[in-house]
């Protein structure tokens, strides 16, 4: 395939992916690991150790809440040293587990390794995602064993895998590709067949050739499904799943739909990753490749993180501030779509791809004009939406009028905010109709169940009253 | 010359067509009704309970409600309605709306530099606010800007200030704060706890000077009007028994005021 994909708008910032030839190194054991036991969407597991407890590396310490919840690990052997709360990334309280190492790292029975999973019950395989707690690492976080259950009714055909990497800055899944594409390509296969589809392809950006040679050179190796390795145009977000299944296979989603509606199944490469080691090693998700980059750092580079490690403990490992160096923003995740957090005792979490600094000139302050009416955010937004015409609804709280211009559509890319030469917040307006919109949508869903169940009760009321009559 | 006369005989058609259709489809005031609407505020602040001024009317002459429920009319107005419609003024308890909090830039801190819209229920959506207590006013004016008669105020120091005399109890902030501190509390009372927060009383101390600690010494002197909150280190004020303005001297922290 010579034929280079891309899909509608999105914008090309600066690269500076200055880590990307820095090689994956283990973090070093911290004495303090604050696991929080919410890192994927939906309910947070429910913690199974009491304070005081000990535990081991790999250990099960939370258990699914509920459906779309996941298993959570402990990072390394200690004690239960408090549970609380603790600060999360976007600046709310997440319940959580610290953890006080022992420094013995002393390993829990792993999980039974499943060496022969060719021929293993696909069941079998999707009980042992949900058993090591995988969930999408490319910053959504969705529990992965959701995405594998896929809903009756609807058929998948194909697996993308994304390797894409849009975000500027960010190189961990690159680092990974080229590290470990063995077990990726492993893990790639086992979805494939757990989904049982015949179209698999991996989706990299042409800004990582080697990546691309590498992966194209080990999947020739695999057949029993062909696994593609297909070449993107550097355009972001092409990482994103609705964008990256259109570049691919020219199939939109639907507005308010899943992938699943386009019978497609979108994983990220540090998934696929985890995916195989918990299967091949019976090793659970307690650790992840995460990127520390910025300009006021000495050394960025890419190292594999234990979850619940501060950041502050990752900046101390890139070396510390060069001299005369301040952070004006500490970012987790990309520049483009990670969250400001105001606190280096933030953990590593599942989904931390990356841990970006900003330095003071580096930070714009914040100046809105009124919308000039350009056009541009319209030319860039990878939904097709208005983004300019929105946020004016928007600053005078016309969410209604916004819903029905396809604001719940919005991907919070960040490419018009990033384009808007009037400075104007736009992804902050978008993120502010999506709450009280999504607010409005769920008293609505309530109110409607509400009236369905009190309508069937009554209907069984009026059952329960006829019954005796035809008794007699 | 042509157009002209097109004009107008357009213009006489269209003319006798609407007043054709008024005649056949046009609705007649209600007389009392409207008398009723000129004696409410017309500030649609929803303060009743109904959909703006015209929707009480029509439920007063609906006999749906009764005269009293609207806290932003003049004086004598009620009994006037009510003598109208020949029905007994329901007086309701006046009630003014609080912002529990004191933690202004003088006694609270901020965690972050927040520079984004300026308003609290978009900051919110970032990072929640940025202030270090998360019970504490963000001071970005939500609740002064949906306030219909101005009685809401964001003094110097950054904090929502509600001036109790304009304040006629609609309870519009109240819903415009994210962060939930405004309630409606009876005018009758002096003082309040203005404070929210329900953890320990060192760990909010480090974040606001101004924070009720939940050291009890308000409880102690006056039992019978303030009370712990069970569960929390937070002492309420009993507004079914509001204490004394003097009780205020006793709180260390004067999360206690006016």
Known sequence: ?472 | MVTLVIIVVVGLLTGIAIALVSRWFGVEPNPVEEEVRNLLSGANCGGCGFPGCAGYAKALVAGAAKPGACSSQCAGAAEKMAKLLGVAVVHKEPKVAVVFCSGDDMKATRQALYNGINDCRDAMIVAAGAKTCAYGCLGLGACARVCPFGAIEINEHRLAVVHKEICVGCGKCVGACPKKLIKLVPKSAEIHVHCMNPVRGPEKFKACKAACIGCGKCVKTAPEHVKLVPGAALAEVDYGNPPPEALAEVCPTHALRK
């Open chain 1, 1 to 472: 395939m010579h034929k280079i994909f891309h899909f509608y708008g999105g914008v090309h910032p600066k690269e500076s992916k200055v880590s990307s030839g820095v090689a994956i190194v283990d973090a070093p054991l911290y004495p303090l690991y604050t696991v929080p036991l919410s890192m994927h969407i939906g309910a947070p597991a429910k913690s199974l150790v009491a304070v005081g407890d000990t535990v081991l590396r790999g250990q099960q310490i939370g258990e699914p809440a509920s459906f779309v919840s996941s298993t959570i690990h402990s990072p390394t052997s200690g004690k239960v040293k408090s549970i609380g709360t603790c600060l999360g990334p976007a600046g709310t309280q997440l319940p959580c587990v610290v953890i006080e190492a022992d420094g013995q790292d002393t390993p829990a029975d792993p999980l039974t390794p499943i060496t022969d999973w060719r021929n293993t019950d696909p069941a079998i395989l999707r009980a042992r995602v949900a058993a090591a707690g995988i969930v999408g690492m490319g910053g959504a976080s969705f529990p992965t064993p959701v995405k594998l259950s896929i809903p009756p009714g609807k058929t998948i055909d194909t697996l993308i895998i994304n390797g894409v990497e849009c975000e500027p800055c960010l190189t961990a899944d690159h680092r990974l590709m080229l590290e470990n594409p063995k077990m990726i390509l492993e893990g790639v296969e086992m979805v494939a067949n757990m989904l049982g589809v015949q179209n698999v392809f991996i989706g990299i950006e042409n800004n990582k050739p080697d990546a691309i040679e590498v992966l194209t050179k080990e999947a020739t190796a695999y057949t029993a499904p062909a696994i593609h390795v297909v070449p993107l145009k550097v355009r972001y977000p092409q990482g994103a799943e609705k964008q990256l299944i259109y570049a691919i296979t020219k199939r939109q989603v639907p507005s308010g739909g899943l992938p699943a509606d386009v019978h497609c199944v979108v994983q990220n490469i540090g998934s696929s990753c985890a995916i195989a080691e918990a299967v091949i090693l019976g090793k659970p998700l307690y650790e992840r490749v995460t990127t520390v980059t910025g300009t006021p750092l000495v050394a960025p580079g890419n190292w594999r993180f234990r979850v619940g490690t501060p950041y502050a403990e990752a900046i101390k490992l890139a070396g510390g501030l060069k001299e005369g160096a301040q952070i004006a923003k500490l970012i987790s995740g990309g520049p483009m779509m990670g969250m400001t957090v105001y606190s280096q005792s933030v953990p590593v979490m599942k989904n931390t791809s990356g841990i970006l600094l900003m330095g003071p000139d580096e930070v714009k302050q914040y100046t809105s004009k009124a919308c000039l009416r350009c056009g541009r955010c319209n030319d860039v937004c990878p939904m097709q939406l208005m983004p300019g015409i929105l946020s004016v609804q928007i600053e005078n709280e016309r969410f209604d009028d916004a819903q029905s211009w396809h604001v719940m559509d919005c991907i919070e890319c960040g490419c018009c905010a990033y384009t808007c030469p009037a400075g104007r917040p736009l992804v902050q307006h978008m993120r502010r109709a999506k709450s009280e919109v999504g607010a409005k949508l769920r008293a609505q869903k309530a109110a409607a169940d509400a009236a369905a169940k009190a309508k069937a009760e009554a209907a069984a009321k009026a059952a329960g009253a006829e019954a005796p009559k035809a008794d007699k």
